[in-house]
């Protein structure tokens, strides 16, 4: 795990994801670079790691400083050891269906919806979001599983309407309380991917006490999404090593 800077919320996550590892017996070494570290001097890490045998996995917590370019230094992973799937190789491999590894926090989504027991495919699905990590590898996975997917964003007009026509509304915006019950039809699947502070305290996209008042199933935050995300990174790193066993037979 590489963790350049200070960010609290970035700190938040590595600890965990470090607790993680010890609990599934991973081992995992943490490098933790000042905020100043140089991009090359990054790129160089990323390649020690790349070349050593006894590591499997290599995840560079997101966001980087804005003097590093980040698609530059996700391109310098070695694809099959990019445990986030972030690596081009391992998206467009998802694109086509034909993948080892699935991002963390889409794959951590489909789990949740899985273990409602609703089937995906023909439902109306809607993914409130647009980002590389989440929004367009959640609608993905989700078109995968045959559902009919919708991508919103911020220039997506009459939102609400689109929303409520969800059976399944997945929430990857970024901005607290976002989704109202009136954006939700009733009996809908809710799964919130919001990480947002607001005076200090963690919430999701979701006003929860409203829309969990009508959904037939609705993900709180803290404690739904995110420790799904951080199991899913556990399973790709087992993959990752036993893919690599693999290898050596
Ligand atoms: N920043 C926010 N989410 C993630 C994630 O899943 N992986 C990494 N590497 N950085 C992140």
């Known amino acids: 795990m590489v963790i350049v800077g200070d960010d609290p919320a970035s700190r938040v996550y590595v600890n965990n994801k470090k607790k993680a590892c010890e609990a ?10 000042p905020a100043e570290t140089a991009e090359e001097e990054l790129l160089a890490l990323v390649d020690t790691l790349n070349k050593r045998e006894d590591i499997h996995g290599i995840l560079v917590q997101l966001p980087l400083p804005k003097h590093i370019d980040s698609q530059k ?23 086509i269906g034909n993948f080892d590894f699935l991002p963390c926090t889409p794959a951590g989504v489909m789990e ?18 647009r980002s590389n ?12 599983q045959n559902g009919t997917v919708t991508i919103c964003h911020s220039k997506t007009k009459n939102l609400a309407e689109v929303c409520r026509r969800a059976d399944i509304l997945v929430a990857a915006v970024g901005k607290a ?8 039809k009733p009996g809908a699947i809710v799964i919130d991917v919001g990480m947002n502070r607001v005076d200090g305290k963690l919430c999701g996209d979701v006003k ?28 790709n790193t087992v993959k990752a090593a036993s893919l690599k066993l693999d290898t050596l037979r």
């Open 24 to 33: 599934c017996s991973i081992m995992s070494e943490e490098y933790a670079l």
């Open 73 to 95: 230094v996700l391109l310098a992973i070695d694809y099959r050891k990019d445990v986030d799937a972030f690596h081009p190789v391992n998206v467009g491999k998802i694109m």
């Open 177 to 184: 309380n976002f989704i109202t019950a009136d954006m939700v």
């Open 208 to 235: 929860f006490d409203e829309v969990s008042q009508i959904a037939s199933a609705i993900t709180p935050v803290p404690g739904g999404v995110g420790p799904m995300t951080i199991a899913m990174l556990m399973k």
């Open 133 to 144: 990590i989440v929004g367009k590898p959640q609608a993905m996975l989700l078109l995968h």
């Open 112 to 129: 949740l919806i899985r273990l409602t027991g609703i089937e995906v495919a023909g439902k109306e699905c809607v993914v409130v979001g």
